[in-house]
């Protein structure tokens, strides 16, 4: 039997963690040995208040928070930390992906025969044209830089085996956490699943770094930065 760990870092989500634990629920539901864990990654609005109501209609639920915002990164690190289960696994709270996509994923685990070797991701259809452009552009720029085939870094879930965390060094705290698990799937030659996830709006608030060409831009600068250290770090150690 599989047991899987799914961590959702929430920022400033109190509006959507009801519809998205009702979501959770359906993943219990098929699957009951599974540990939610929901991080309040330092939550300025009334996320706090909002996680102790609803952990009365869903006490499934694992909560850790971090009290000063560090990161994307850094409240999906505090899950790992928490996390027991064999296969680890983390999504967004704001339900432009479903969680329950998960379920998708663990089936590729059970299904194998090796899945201490498996690096399972989604890969996102149904979104904005210029979201897409801006992403295969990365994507381009990330398998020519790193010299390693990598395609729609930021999609979600993301899932892999409890033993990878060994091959981890200094991950970072930012968005840029994705980039670094892909490639390092990639570099210790984890076998890379993908399977299409639908991407749609978000159902309440506004993207905390999504929010127009300015903000692309800083991203876009973030991952390039961090991508020369990430080739460093790795060159150094090889």
Known sequence: ?????????CYNESKNLPLLLDRCAEIVKHKKDVEIIIVDNGSTDDTPVVLDD???????????????????????????????????????????????????????FECSSTPEELFVKGKRYGRPIMDVVFTVGMSIFETLFMKKLMWDINAQPTMFHRGFLKDWRNPPSDFSLDLYAYYMAKFTSKKVVRFSVKFGNRVHGASHWNIGLLSKYRFIRRTLEYSLILKKEIKKNA
């Open 1 to 9: 039997m599989t047991t899987l760990s799914l961590i959702i870092p």
């Open 54 to 108: 609803l952990a009365l209609k869903y006490p499934f639920i694992i909560r850790t928070r971090v009290d000063n915002n560090q990161g994307y990164g850094n409240g999906i690190l505090a899950g790992l930390d928490v996390a027991k289960n064999d296969i680890l696994a983390w999504t967004h709270a704001d339900m432009q992906a479903d969680p329950s996509d998960i379920l998708i994923g663990v089936k590729k």
